[in-house]
Antibody, heavy 122, light 107 residues
């Protein structure tokens, strides 16, 4: 059974970048399209972007265009989400989640990682 | 972006109660709607897709309905494990958005 294992908590200064990883274990990773979703304290879930399973096609919401980059390393069975220009409002738990289509885009999420807390403070 | 609005924001109920949560979209999303359950400090858990289709393993006391702009999640007989926050999410467009959540708490 596939599990998504995310990297540990990060503490960053404003203006810095953070790169969070999400490693799939238990199945053939290269078959999974992946999303990133974040949740600031007491706030609703917020979609940050998607990468497909094979040719590294990505989609980002306008809010994060130019600030978020999602990549994958198939040999390491890992997907990465890098957020630049950090500000205090980016303090949140960041989740990776598989797209239920497996390979491409359905638009909803069937398996979630446990989350990575990113704290931004001077 | 399509705005998703849930009501109520908090719901107090007892074990065995029938519970209904409403989710409204700012424009028609057909039936491109999913529901998730989240417990404190945990990742969301996928429950329902395409407005009314239960994910495998989800108890049959959960049901979803609706189309267009108005949707509901119903728990027919609330169980102790169901006290959590529930989120709807639209996937009609390539900019995915969530509702603000409904916390189901013990009365």
């Amino acid at each position: 059974q596939v599990q998504l294992v995310q990297s540990g908590a990060e503490a960053k200064k404003p203006g810095a970048s953070v790169k969070v990883s999400c490693k799939a274990s238990g199945d053939t990773f290269s078959n999974y399209a992946m999303h990133w979703v974040r949740q600031a304290p007491g706030q609703r879930l917020e979609w940050m972007g998607w990468i497909n399973a094979d040719n590294d096609n990505t989609k980002y919401p306008q809010k994060f265009q130019g600030r978020v980059t999602i990549t994958r390393d198939t040999s390491a069975s890992t997907v990465y989400m890098e957020l630049s220009g950090l500000r205090s409002e980016d303090t949140a738990v960041y989740y990776c989640a598989t797209d239920s289509s497996g390979y491409y885009w359905s638009g909803f999420f069937d398996l979630w990682g446990r989350g990575t807390l990113v704290s931004v403070s001077s | 972006d399509i705005q998703m609005t849930q009501s109520p924001s908090t719901l107090s109920a007892s074990v065995g109660d029938r519970v209904t949560i409403t989710c409204r979209a700012s424009q028609s999303i057909s039936t491109w709607l999913a529901w998730y359950q989240q417990k404190p400090g945990k990742a969301p858990k996928f429950l329902i897709y395409k407005a009314s289709n239960l994910d495998s393993g989800v108890p049959s006391r959960f049901s979803g309905s609706g189309s267009g702009t108005e949707f509901t999640l119903t728990i027919s007989s609330l169980q102790p494990d169901d006290f959590a926050t529930y989120y709807c999410q639209q996937y009609n467009s390539y900019s995915l958005t969530f509702g603000g959540g409904t916390k189901v708490e013990i009365k």
